[in-house]
């Protein structure tokens, strides 16, 4: 019986033996097929350089352009003017504290600056420093020619009647509501003849010295309360508002 029993024992771990040797083989053959399926990639040896700085790099990438050196003249001229249009208020400000640091211009600026203050002509709705010369000089078709800009009219308003334009929308510095209602550049008088226009910007602007000089040429007015009342009623018959989106803001 004991003998029996270890043999069938015997018999037992043999079995269990191939098993497990029959596995670890199927194991470790499949290991080996894996490795031997897998092909080592080549190293490439762009990979394994690397590269400093590009040269120019940073201009490439930069949101300035400048113009190349063969833009025509006229081109330029355009530039030039929207430019400074652009930096009129700066500029105007800017050669206020110029001649400020010049004790030789004291007793010009000190009665300019009493009357830039006390002067009511951008709220009054007389429009007496309204240049014609200045709204027709020639600089302003390459205002309007630079973006380019062209005024289109809709229907006819009979000189009669007076009117409110509202232009939106505007942005910050108003390019084309300049060109078409500051200027006679895109012939606001030959489409609406005998009609006497006048754009309207911020008070501010004519608290700024020089520049309100250079605003009140061009025929703009205040957009206040004001302003408004006296331009529909002093005006004369002919008048017409050609004013900023804002406007219905301020009346309100």
């Avoid at 990639?41 to 490439?60: D, F, I, N, Y």
């Avoid at 300035?64 to 001229?77: D, E, G, H, M, T």
Wanted: glycine share 6%; with cysteine.
């Amino acid at each position: 019986m004991k003998e029996d029993f270890k043999d069938e024992e015997h018999d037992i771990l043999l079995l269990n033996g191939r098993r497990s040797n029959g596995r670890l083989a199927t194991v470790k053959q499949e290991t080996q097929n894996t490795r031997t399926d897998e092909k080592p990639k080549p190293v490439k040896r762009e990979e394994t350089l690397q590269a400093g700085k590009k040269a120019g790099q940073r201009w490439s990438n930069s949101a300035i352009r400048f113009a190349p050196l063969n833009v025509p003249l006229q081109r330029r001229l355009q530039t030039l003017t929207v430019l400074f249009h652009t930096l009129s208020i700066a500029l105007g400000a800017a050669a206020f504290f110029f001649l400020c640091a010049i004790p030789l211009f004291w007793p010009l600026l000190i009665p300019y600056m009493i009357y830039s203050m006390a002067s009511q002509a951008s709220v009054n709705g007389s429009m007496k420093y309204r240049s014609e010369f200045l709204r027709r000089l020639p600089i302003w078709s390459l205002f309007a020619q630079y973006f380019p800009a062209r005024l289109y009219r809709t229907v006819e308003l009979p000189p009669t009647r007076k009117y409110i334009f509202g232009y939106h929308p505007h942005g910050i510095i108003s390019m084309g509501a300049f060109v078409a209602f500051s200027t006679e550049a895109l012939g606001f008088g030959q489409l609406f003849p005998g009609i006497k226009n006048s754009l309207l910007t911020l008070d501010s602007n004519f608290r700024i010295p020089i520049y309100r000089e250079y605003a009140l040429g061009m025929g703009m007015n205040s957009v206040s309360k004001e302003s408004c009342e006296n331009l529909l009623t002093r005006g004369g018959p002919n008048n017409v508002r050609s004013c900023l989106c804002r406007l219905a803001t301020m009346i309100h």
